[in-house]
């Protein structure tokens, strides 16, 4: 199938700069398989259109801030490390933004030497591995130092420090536990602990499973035929506890309703991997585009998502190539906000 299927012209004024004043306030299209209706909703009604036994899957992954600048030993020459994942004790790999790529050996220095860095190796598209030296943990210089690794079409020229505070609360789930993403699982964004409250009251439980989301969920699908693209591998977890909920939901004739596409990714890989759903690990390589037959989730909960990107495939996978780019000409057209800080679908 040809990437350029999936393309779409979006107005660049309908990319959201800014989340909803409140996480539940934002907008939801709710997008009917069964008789290719949409419903326009918000977020605050999603227990309208669930009912017990139904089950929601969280991812909990948690965001780190990641994004960290600093110089170049000897010259002085602004870097910019967007650290991804720790490879092996105290090395990471990162994806490095300098003028001229630093030598193998070089050091970098972060706030004012607090952390340091040195390039053990460069790689591809702007990888690199460095070697973190800091008196404390990573985890915890960087909630000092490290600023939130928010996508490039969300435009922070110049931040503010009260700015800065909203993007470190708001580009966080409210239920985020197990750091290692640098980017959101953005469907969660939505989520208050009153919504989750509600839902329960009727019936409606929630899990979590674990995807760390890495920078390959921006990559974009450069390829004429989609079929071409390969995606990143990113860490997944199923705790033994969701395994049961989620059997038991289905025993007892309940849907799965994924929040986001990193869950439908987890759950899917989970099944494929174990012929069921059961408590594992591992790494996720899986990439979702139509044909694709889901075994997992029943219902789809996910944010509006860039042209030709993957994420779009999968959403087209589920809900139907001709049924879903038709809603997302509709919510161009009713002028819903897109992306990471924007509105989402419901698709039942």
């Not at 393309?7 to 008789?35: F, S, W």
């Not at 071409?228 to 025993?251: C, F, G, M």
């Not at 879903?324 to 509105?343: K, L, P």
Request: aromatic share 8%.
């Amino acid at each position: 199938m040809r990437t350029a299927a999936f393309d779409y012209t979006l107005p660049p004024d309908c990319i959201a700069q800014q989340p909803a004043m409140e996480r539940d306030r934002a907008r939801m299209m709710v997008v009917n398989r069964a008789d290719g209706t949409f419903t326009h909703a918000r977020v605050r009604d999603l227990p309208d259109f669930l009912k017990a036994p139904d089950l929601l899957v969280l991812n909990d992954t948690r965001v780190i801030p990641a994004r960290i600048n600093g110089v170049k030993e000897g010259t002085g020459g602004q870097v910019e490390l967007l650290l991804l994942e720790e490879v092996a004790p105290h090395e990471w790999e990162v994806l490095m933004r300098s003028g001229r790529p630093p030598r193998i050996g070089s050091r970098l220095f972060f706030a004012g030497g607090r952390l340091q860095a040195v390039v053990l190796a460069q790689g591809e598209r702007g990888k690199a591995r460095v070697r973190l030296e800091c008196d404390k943990p990573v985890l915890e210089i960087l909630e000092e130092i490290g600023a939130p690794p928010l996508p490039p079409y969300i435009q922070r020229k110049s931040p503010s420090a009260e700015l800065t505070a909203v993007d470190r609360d708001r580009y966080q789930t409210i239920y985020a536990r197990q750091p290692g993403a640098v980017a959101a699982p953005t469907a969660g964004l939505h989520f208050t602990s009153e919504l989750l409250d509600r839902l329960g009251a009727q019936g409606v439980r929630h899990t979590a499973v674990t995807l760390h989301v890495g920078a390959g969920t921006f990559r974009p699908v450069t390829t004429e035929e989609i079929e071409a693209h390969t995606i990143d591998s990113e860490r997944y977890h199923v705790p033994a506890q969701t395994a049961r909920l989620y059997n038991k939901t289905r025993r007892t004739g309940g849907r799965v309703v994924a929040v986001g596409s990193t869950s439908v990714r987890t759950l899917e890989t989970a099944w494929r991997d174990k012929g069921s759903l059961e408590a594992c690990s591992g790494r996720s390589d899986l990439y979702i585009y139509p044909p694709f037959e889901f075994q997992a989730v029943d219902i789809v909960m996910t944010n509006f998502h860039l042209p030709k990107s993957t994420l779009l495939m999968m959403v087209c996978a589920f809900g139907g190539y001709d049924l879903i780019m038709e809603a997302y000409r509709v919510a161009v057209q009713e002028r819903y906000r897109f992306y990471s800080y924007g509105d989402c679908m419901l698709i039942l």
